[in-house]
Each structure stands twice: as C-alpha cells, then as structure tokens.
C-alpha cells in the first residue's frame, strides 16, 4: 500500500494517517519529521539541509528526494508506506515518480481529505486551548460548558494560539489550496487520486478510506 497523503490543516489527515498506519501496517513518513530526524542524526543529507536551513533558504529537492530514498529502504516500508508533506507541486511530482519508478516502488493511490473552506477556517481559527491541562476545544464545534473555563480542570486561562486568527489562517489555507489544486489534477490524470469527504465522524472516514483502497493496482 503506497499512498501520497493530501489534505489541508484541519482535514483530519494526520489522524487518518494514523489510524492507517495500524491498520495496513505501513509507517506515516512525514517530510517534516524525516527532516528533523536527518538533522538529528547527522547524516550527510541532513547536515546539507541544515547548512541551507541556518542560510535562511529552502532545502533542495535533490536534498529531500535524498532523505525520502534512504527512508524507504528501511525494512518497515515493505508493506508500503504513507508519504505525508511531499509533493508539494508538479515538479517534485515527477521527481518522486521517477525515484519511485527507480526502486519499483511506485504511488498506488494519491489520497486527498477533503474538506470545505469554510469548515476548515472554523475548526483551525476557532481552536482553543487550556493553559493548565492543555485541554483543546473550538469555540464553533465543541466550546467549553462555561465560557472561558476548562471543563476538565476548571482553570479560567483558555487561550487562542495568535498564529490561528482567521486572517492568518485564510491565507494559509488559501496558499495550500493554489499550490495543491495542481498536484489533484496531477494525479487524478494518472488515475490514482481517491478524494474523501473529510466532514463526519472519524470511524466513518476511515472505512470510507479503506473501502477506496480496496484491490489497488500493484
């Protein structure tokens, strides 16, 4: 099972990976976590990337594709894998068919979690969080019973992260949206794109998932 996991923040993809992962017994490769990983560890390519990264540039696609080939020799991808954060346009696109089609590991399905605007602006600006216990509620979906007081711990310090005011959250799901419509149409034209409906209850989206995944082309 080779899947290119797409989705906006606040889809809900991160607890569908997770939940597919279990399931399939296949690891969530998250670019971001690959890369602080790398760096960690020292390992040529993540010393390359930290060197671009203290520069203040973007690291390389060459870099990445690096990282991503090393990561997919390691024995827990044999069943497959879940790649999370990459592609991120058409031309890494074709730069991960072409490493794929190298180690004959090609995308099965390229999974999108699909979620209206709307309905992602309101569950990421309306996230709010208790200082005290870190308990998490959104003042749209799921308030605290009493305004401003945590239900679990009663602690009157409910705050809002100042990165998830509507202004700033627009723009980023409006810069997500520009830079993944391509990679939709990209891998809906090779005929592997699976969209589902990301609003619902999370039992219901993962069997929804698992139903499109079912007899996959090799």
Known sequence: MRIVLLGAPGSGKGTQA?????FYNIPQISTGDLLRAEVSAGTVAGLQAK???????????????????????EKDTQNGFILDGYPRNISQAHSLDDLLAE???????????????????????????????????????????????????????????????????????????QSTAPLVEFYTEKGILKR????????????AIKAELENLPA
């Open 18 to 22: 997770q939940r597919l992962t279990s």
């Open 51 to 73: 060197q671009a990264m203290d520069a203040g540039n973007l690291v390389s696609n060459a870099i990445m594709l690096d990282m991503i080939r090393g990561r997919l020799q």
């Open 103 to 177: 180690i004959d590991k090609p995308v099965q399905a390229s999974l999108l979690i699909d979620v209206e605007f709307d309905i992602l602006l309101k569950r990421i600006a309306g996230r709010l969080s208790c200082k005290s216990c870190n308990a998490v509620y959104n003042q749209y979906y799921s308030p605290p019973q009493t305004a401003d007081t945590c239900d679990n711990c009663g602690s009157s310090d409910i705050f809002q992260r100042a990165d998830d005011n509507e202004e700033t959250i627009r723009h980023r799901l409006t810069v997500y949206q």
């Open 196 to 207: 589902i409906n990301g609003i619902g209850d999370m039992e219901d989206i993962t069997n």
